[in-house]
């Protein structure tokens, strides 16, 4: 069960599409990083979408027997990429050991319930992965919230990103002034990323979401579990770095119950009751955001986002399912946060 060899093929899909993503931001950045972060000031309002729509599925849902079934119907709404005979990484948020009516993780029921969608698919296998920030062995939160005999009731592999294997790659986009990110290796080479993340507020970057999630990615062995530089040189440029250069392939976020506050790991619980899932992440937490009464144009990361990675204006989004005022959900932030909030 704690086997975590990951094969690496000599080239991926991946890589010929990292290359033609910095292409395109070459084509249509002109200016390169400080181009693309033009909406980080300025008017908190101000973004263009520049054309770009996706959609995005909201689903009611409950930490039940059924969660397989409501993933399917958002996979149905929005469609993943194809995963016939593929490798899927679900690219959960661990974070933490668990801590007392604190729901700071991807719920177990969740992660079981898209590993069993995705295997509906013909996924070849599906890996659960994450690189923990605040505890250095995943296994031991692995074991705290009870994943781990769910892993083996289902012949899932975990693996920690922390110690995995790493690669160098080019930074697609540099806005971090780092010229290559080292990813962890089974991250970078799966052939479908998804990101599984809670539903979250957080102290700086304001929502902890898909894109968020993709810190976990980067390898704990050449930056330290918290890997504090990215912190240092600015928290929302590192989330648009990640995202630029191996951004998920699809997201299944974790609203069922939410935490709000002093997220990502000191704030209270929130009863949502939904999944929102789609295969851009900037349009999902776009969506996310709204769900939690949060303006997606106050948060700096997507705002920079919009118009490269996706859409995050409301008419440039089909939601499908349910509706954002039917299930909006207003979450509490800190203070300083006010004006996140609608």
Same mark, same amino acid.
């Given at each position: #069960?704690?086997? +975590? /060899?990951?094969? =690496?093929?000599?080239?991926?899909?991946?890589? $010929?599409?990292?290359?033609?993503?910095? %292409?395109?931001? &070459?084509?249509?950045?002109? =200016?390169?990083?400080?181009? #693309?972060?033009?909406?980080?000031?300025?008017?908190?309002? /101000?973004?263009?979408?520049?054309?770009?729509?996706?959609?995005?599925?909201?689903? /009611?849902?409950?930490?039940?027997?059924?969660?397989?079934? *409501?993933? %399917?119907?958002?996979?149905?709404?929005?469609?993943?990429?194809?995963?016939?005979? &593929?490798?899927?990484?679900?690219?959960?948020?661990?974070?933490?050991?668990? $801590?007392?009516? &604190?729901?700071? !993780?991807?719920?177990?029921?969740? *992660?079981?319930?898209?590993?069993?969608?995705?295997?509906?698919?013909? =996924?070849? %296998?599906?890996? *659960?992965?994450?690189?923990?920030?605040?505890?250095?062995?995943?296994?031991?939160?692995?074991?705290?919230?009870?994943?781990?005999?769910?892993?083996?009731?289902?012949?899932?592999?975990?693996?920690?990103?922390?110690?995995?294997? #790493?690669?160098?790659?080019?930074? @697609?986009?540099?806005?971090?002034?780092?010229?290559?990110?080292?990813? @962890?290796?089974?991250?970078?080479?799966? +052939?479908?990323? *998804?990101?599984?993340? &809670?539903?979250?507020?957080?102290?700086?970057?304001?929502?902890?979401?898909?894109?968020?999630?993709?810190?976990?990615?980067?390898?704990?062995?050449?930056?330290?579990?918290?890997?504090?530089?990215?912190? $240092?040189?600015?928290?929302?440029?590192?989330?648009?770095?990640?995202?630029?250069?191996?951004?998920?392939?699809?997201?299944?976020? +974790?609203?069922?119950?939410?935490?709000?506050?002093?997220?990502?790991? $000191?704030?209270?619980?929130?009863?949502?009751?939904?999944?929102?899932?789609?295969?851009?992440?900037?349009? !999902?937490?776009?969506?996310?955001?709204?769900?939690?009464?949060?303006?997606?144009?106050?948060? +700096?990361?997507?705002?920079?986002?919009?118009?490269?990675?996706?859409?995050?204006?409301? =008419?440039?989004?089909?939601?499908?399912?349910?509706?954002?005022?039917?299930?909006?959900?207003?979450?509490?932030?800190?203070?300083?946060?006010?004006?996140?909030?609608?």
């Amino acid at each position: #069960m704690r086997d +975590d /060899r990951h094969p =690496a093929p000599s080239t991926t899909p991946h890589q $010929r599409r990292g290359l033609t993503r910095r %292409e395109f931001l &070459k084509a249509t950045a002109g =200016a390169g990083p400080a181009a #693309m972060l033009a909406g980080c000031v300025g008017d908190p309002f /101000r973004f263009q979408d520049n054309g770009l729509t996706a959609a995005t599925a909201i689903l /009611r849902a409950g930490y039940d027997s059924q969660l397989a079934d *409501v993933i %399917e119907i958002g996979f149905n709404l929005v469609p993943p990429p194809d995963v016939t005979n &593929k490798n899927v990484l679900l690219k959960v948020n661990l974070v933490d050991l668990p $801590r007392q009516d &604190k729901p700071i !993780v991807t719920n177990p029921a969740v *992660v079981i319930a898209a590993a069993e969608a995705f295997r509906r698919r013909g =996924a070849a %296998e599906v890996v *659960v992965a994450d690189g923990p920030a605040l505890e250095r062995d995943a296994w031991q939160i692995v074991d705290a919230i009870g994943l781990a005999p769910l892993l083996q009731e289902h012949q899932l592999r975990f693996v920690d990103l922390n110690t995995a294997e #790493m690669t160098r790659q080019p930074n @697609a986009l540099g806005a971090t002034g780092l010229d290559h990110l080292y990813y @962890a290796r089974p991250a970078w080479e799966a +052939d479908v990323l *998804v990101s599984v993340p &809670k539903m979250k507020t957080h102290h700086w970057a304001g929502v902890s979401l898909a894109m968020k999630n993709m810190f976990g990615t980067l390898s704990g062995q050449a930056y330290g579990m918290q890997r504090n530089i990215f912190h $240092r040189r600015d928290l929302d440029h590192a989330v648009l770095d990640f995202n630029h250069t191996r951004p998920a392939d699809y997201a299944i976020v +974790d609203g069922i119950v939410g935490l709000e506050g002093d997220g990502p790991v $000191r704030g209270t619980p929130i009863d949502v009751g939904v999944l929102v899932v789609g295969n851009n992440p900037t349009a !999902v937490d776009a969506t996310a955001a709204r769900i939690m009464a949060v303006h997606p144009e106050r948060i +700096d990361y997507l705002r920079a986002a919009a118009g490269a990675l996706g859409p995050i204006g409301e =008419a440039s989004i089909e939601q499908r399912g349910e509706t954002i005022p039917s299930v909006r959900t207003p979450f509490q932030l800190l203070p300083h946060q006010a004006a996140l909030v609608t």
